[in-house]
């Protein structure tokens, strides 16, 4: 039997490239929560996927202005783990270690999700309860919780709908309570009827954030703290309040330059939860164990919602999924609040997980976490899907068909075609069978199709170029509405 390893190593490195003396860690069992099963993985084994992230993530992050921390963990082994930078990019000197925690953003969405499905699951809310039964004046007709968990409820995302100054003061803070009123008062014309498609709406997460204290009486940070956080022993991990502005760090553009907070940073649920890399690899662990959440609940989240238009992409209960025709899927969320851009990826065939959190905006971390997947198996490379990223409103998109281009029957001169035309005249007409038009291309190579792999391309048959599908977003200077 090979020995389990246990000593990975830990790397810090600093904005100004000058790496920090390399530390041994030896991950203790107490604070890291391991999954209920941990895997018995070859020495040599570890060692590859060791040597294979070391590589792959300088290349990808550390060389590239990367300004946060990475974990990436398989079987309950720590296989890589890397921080780098400051809180403080602009005034370097508070640099970022395993207890400097990260804005979530929508990765927050599914601690949200998980919480109201427990609730679920001890009796306490209905997936098919209508939203006026907590909140008897909502406007919106047919809405459900399960609609909001899963973002076909059709309502009008409040990140836009506040910016209305005739109805909201722009320098007043916006709270939780206060989105339910501006829905109540102002009604905000619905993006679709309930339950016709997907459309993610950070509206949806608010407002289950308000069901949870409706329903426990306990305020939403404090319920977290009590049903997650501690339980799993997330000391680093909590829903931000306007009292833990002093200890939270802000995020910065790709300048360096900071990224001024505004009205919406005091709504959670879509949001607002800051963790760590380690901790957030407790939550991974613990959702292993059906012992914090029974399996056919959890299986349930996982289950695709949507499917108007088919796609490898598709949303559950607070989670977004990637599931490949081959087989494969991908259970993840990314998210963007400033310049806070997190990636949490759960490959569950691998008990792998890939986990990104920074604070400097970097579209880098969404590529380099998704690259990543080929390190345990194969994802990317053996799909021509288009990309869907967490920074962008988005809804499932139906797959790019590359037509097979054929030979066509070259056209005769004029000359021939009149000879030609002159012998069908006079020609006896008998049976025959018509013969096919043959193309030049053999049937294997008529139905290649271009693979991708990483960090090469290879190119096996040409194929019409593929539209842009970055949203504009990702291409104006940096959004703040992309809390996705």
């Not at 000593?7 to 929560?33: E, R």
């Not at 914090?292 to 989670?319: C, Q, T």
């Not at 007409?429 to 193309?439: A, D, F, M």
């Not at 792999?453 to 291409?475: F, I, L, M, Y």
Request: proline share 7%; glycine share 4%.
């Amino acid at each position: 039997m090979y020995p389990i390893l246990l000593t990975v190593p830990l790397f810090f490195f600093a904005c100004n490239n000058q790496s920090q003396k390399q530390d041994n860690h030896i991950p203790d069992s107490k604070s890291v929560q391991q999954p209920a099963e941990k895997e018995n993985i070859p020495l040599a084994q570890l060692q590859s996927y060791q040597q294979r992230l070391t590589g792959y993530f300088d290349t990808m992050l550390l060389r590239r202005n990367f300004n946060g921390s990475i974990l990436v963990a398989k079987g309950g082994h720590i296989l890589y783990e890397a921080y780098q930078g400051y809180a403080n990019p602009s005034k370097k000197t508070d640099t970022i270690t395993l207890h400097t925690s990260f804005h979530l953003a929508s990765t927050s969405k599914p601690f949200t999700g998980v919480a109201v499905m427990k609730l679920v699951e001890q009796g306490k809310i209905s997936l098919h309860d209508n939203l006026k039964k907590y909140f008897p004046a909502f406007p919106y007709e047919g809405v459900t919780v399960e609609q909001l968990l899963s973002h076909r409820s059709g309502l009008p995302n409040y990140l836009f709908a506040m910016d209305n100054k005739d109805q909201w003061d722009q320098k007043r803070m916006v709270f939780n309570k206060d989105v339910l009123d501006f829905l109540i008062q102002f009604q905000p014309p619905i993006s679709y009827a309930p339950g016709t498609r997907f459309h993610y709406c950070n509206t949806n997460y608010v407002l289950l954030a308000l069901i949870i204290e409706k329903v426990t009486g306990i305020p939403f940070p404090q319920y977290l703290k009590q049903t997650i956080f501690d339980p799993l022993g997330m000391e680093d991990t909590y829903v931000y309040t306007p009292a833990d502005s002093a200890q939270s760090i802000m995020s910065y553009k790709p300048s360096g330059a900071l990224w001024a907070n505004d009205k919406y940073e005091y709504t959670y649920g879509d949001k607002n939860v800051y963790s760590t890399p380690r901790d957030m690899y407790r939550w991974d662990s613990a959702l292993y164990r059906h012992d914090f959440i029974s399996k056919a609940i959890l299986d349930s989240s996982h289950m695709p919602r949507s499917h108007e238009k088919f796609s490898v992409h598709n949303y559950g209960y607070g989670w977004r999924m990637l599931n490949l025709p081959h087989g494969k899927n991908v259970i993840y969320h990314n998210g963007k609040w400033h310049g806070f851009t997190p990636a949490f990826a759960r490959l569950i065939d691998e008990k792998a997980v890939i986990i990104i959190l920074g604070n400097k905006y970097s579209k880098n971390i969404y590529d380099a976490a998704k690259h990543a997947y080929d390190i345990f198996g194969k994802y990317m490379q053996t799909t021509n899907s288009p990309e869907e990223e967490d920074s962008q409103l988005t809804t499932p998109m139906p797959p790019v068909v590359r037509p097979v281009k054929t030979q066509a029957t070259p056209k005769l001169p004029n000359a021939n075609r009149q000879l030609e035309k002159r012998k069908s005249a006079t020609a006896v007409k008998t049976p025959h069978t018509r013969r096919p038009v043959t193309s030049t291309k053999t049937e294997k190579e008529a139905n290649t199709i271009t693979v991708t792999k990483h960090p090469a391309t290879v190119t096996k048959a040409k194929a019409p170029a593929k539209a842009a599908s970055k949203p504009p977003a990702s291409k104006t200077s940096y959004k703040k509405k992309g809390s996705q």
